[in-house]
């Protein structure tokens, strides 16, 4: 006990000794640690930023090449032959190389269908408007990866019958593009997903009857036009153009001028003197040839009938075509769009006069949905019906589907006039 307290006061003294170095360590340790910290701390957010840009353009690029290399058809394909079901698909038969595209082929209906240009009737819209559920994170990221996603309406099926007649009567109903969208982005993304994970593939878009029972909404109504021009010497032309990265489908293939998705020819309880394709071709006409998309966007919430659009200058001469009788539109057969779950009309509109034709060719002018930066060519080009850069085109899968569909279709309905 004693001998524990004599060297109490020297073991004190080592104790404090050997701390006052500790201590300094620490500090030293403390100021380094802080200094590591703070450069560490910059050098993350400027890295976390540096790879989110990155990651963007990735994403852009891919969204490119995803476009040109038809990957998103190549992996539809190969769906549709794991399922067996290949025979539900359509395949070209004035296309060269004759291989099946990715589009559940209607061919329970006999066409083509001429198309009135105001009498609605094969068509029948509803008054009722649907408000379906939409994924807003979903579109926002799409929208980041350069897509333009905008508010508004689309038509959606409601059914489908044939009359006693035997002539197909479909019903539609308004409902919001966001609803739209969101099963266009959820439908791609089982596209990239194993088998397994293809809910709605699997289930409903296995073959065109199964496609059209309702099993999933919406169900939009498609229209891939191809507008045949005749030159002076006889000749018939359509127009094809490339699409930008901004569109929601489609994006970076070439596809036929007007290719939309139909609209309601109705506005503030008054229809329109047009029939509802017409109505709409003449509408995605004046929209894509003069650029005028956005003019009327804008400027139709504060409009009072749905005809406004086709008394602008820029419409005189078109509108004169058809109230002349100078432009004839034909249903030349239907499909379904995996991509899309879409109920896609192939239309046929042909221009009689050259003189039209003619003044087209000066007056174009295309919007944003189609790519601006191809060297040496425009971005609408007027290319003969029967010529074999289509078919080049199309081997080498930069043809979307749908416009595909269209021209066959056309080539097999015109072919030698």
């Not at 046929?348 to 191809?374: I, P």
Request: aromatic share 12%; hydrophobic share 40%.
């Amino acid at each position: 006990m004693s001998s524990y307290l004599a060297a109490g006061p020297l073991f004190t003294s080592r104790i404090l000794c050997d701390a006052v170095p500790m201590s300094m360590r620490d500090a030293l340790l403390l100021i380094a640690g802080a200094l590591v910290g703070t450069l560490f701390s910059a050098w993350y957010e400027t890295g976390i930023s540096w790879y989110k840009k990155l990651l963007a353009s990735r994403r852009v690029k891919k969204r490119e090449a995803l476009g040109e290399a038809g990957f998103i058809s190549e992996r539809l394909i190969s769906h549709y032959m794991i399922t067996g079901r290949t025979d539900s698909l359509y395949t070209p038969t004035k296309i060269e190389p004759f291989t099946r595209i990715p589009l559940l082929h209607g061919r329970e209906i006999s066409f083509p269908i001429p198309i009135d240009s105001q009498s609605d009737s094969i068509f029948i819209l509803s008054s009722e408007k649907l408000e379906l559920p939409f994924n807003p994170s979903l579109l926002k990221r799409e929208v980041r990866r350069g897509a333009r996603i905008f508010e508004g309406e689309i038509l959606h099926l409601e059914g489908m019958r044939i009359t006693p007649h035997g002539t197909p009567e479909f019903t539609f109903s308004r409902c919001n593009y966001s609803a739209y969208a969101t099963l266009t982005l959820t439908l791609r993304k089982e596209i990239y997903s194993r088998f397994s994970r293809r809910r709605i593939l699997n289930k409903y878009l296995l073959s065109f009857s199964d496609s059209i029972s309702g099993g999933f909404a919406p169900q939009a109504m498609g229209c891939s036009c191809v507008s045949l021009f005749r030159d002076q010497a006889g000749k018939l032309h359509i127009a094809i153009a490339k699409r930008s990265t901004e569109v929601l489908n489609g994006h970076n293939r070439r596809g036929v001028v007007p290719n939309f998705g139909a609209e309601a020819h109705t506005l503030a309880r008054r229809r329109s003197k047009y029939s509802l394709i017409l109505y709409n071709y003449l509408k995605e006409f004046v929209e894509e040839f003069y650029d005028l998309e956005e003019v009327v966007a804008s400027a139709s919430a504060r409009r009072a009938d749905p005809d406004w659009v086709f008394h602008l200058p820029e419409s005189f001469s078109l509108v004169n075509q058809v109230n002349s009788g100078k432009v004839q539109l034909t249903c030349l057969g239907m499909a379904v769009n995996p991509v899309d779950g879409a109920l896609n009309f192939a239309i046929s509109a042909e221009f009689s006069s050259s003189e039209f034709f003619e003044n087209l060719r000066y007056s174009v002018k295309s919007n944003w949905e189609f790519d601006s930066r191809l060297p040496g060519s425009s971005p609408i080009e007027f290319i003969e019906l029967g010529s074999d850069l289509i078919d080049q085109w199309a081997n080498r899968g930069e043809i979307d589907p749908v416009s595909l569909f269209a021209i066959d279709l056309a080539r097999a309905r015109f072919e030698g006039s």
